[in-house]
Nanobody
Framework: QVQLVESGGGLVQAGGSLRLSCAAS????????MGWFRQAPGKEREFVAA????????RYAESVKGRFTISRDNAKNTVYLQMNSLKTEDTATYYC?????????????????WGQGTQVTVSS
C-alpha cells in the first residue's frame, strides 16, 4: 500500500522560506516520478514541481522557477520542496503526488497516489 505523508507547512512572512517534506512508503519499484501540487481555496489544484526517480530531471511551474527547488533522497524515500522568497500568492495546501513512469507530468490526473496535504500560509 502506497502512503505519502507531507510535513513542513506553516505560517511564514512574505520573503521567508519553508521546506516541505514528503515521506513515501510502499513504492515497490524505482519507476516513480514525484510531484508537488498546490490548491488554494476556490481554485483548482495546480502543478508546482516534479522530479524523476534519480533526481536528475526536474520540472517547475513558471510561477515558482528560481524560487522553489525540488529534490529527493531515495535512501530516505523522501521528496523535498525548498521554497524561498515566498509570496502571499503561494498560500495554499501543498500536496505530494506519485506517478509511475518517467514523464514529469504537470497534470494532476496522471498521479495515482496523493498525500493528505500540508498548509502553507504566507502573510504580508
Amino acid at each position: 500500500q502506497v502512503q505519502l505523508v507531507e510535513s513542513g507547512g506553516g505560517l511564514v512572512q512574505a520573503g521567508g522560506s519553508l521546506r516541505l517534506s514528503c515521506a513515501a512508503s510502499g513504492l515497490t519499484s524505482n519507476n516513480y516520478a514525484m510531484g508537488w501540487f498546490r490548491q488554494a481555496p476556490g481554485k483548482e489544484r495546480e502543478f508546482v514541481a516534479a522530479i524523476n526517480w534519480s533526481g536528475g530531471s526536474t520540472r517547475y511551474a513558471e510561477s515558482v522557477k528560481g524560487r522553489f527547488t525540488i529534490s529527493r533522497d531515495n535512501a530516505k524515500n523522501t521528496v523535498y520542496l525548498q521554497m524561498n522568497s515566498l509570496k502571499t500568492e503561494d498560500t495554499a495546501t501543498y500536496y505530494c503526488g506519485a506517478k509511475t513512469g518517467i514523464i514529469l507530468s504537470s497534470n494532476s490526473y496522471t498521479y495515482g497516489y496523493w498525500g493528505q496535504g500540508t498548509q502553507v500560509t504566507v502573510s504580508s
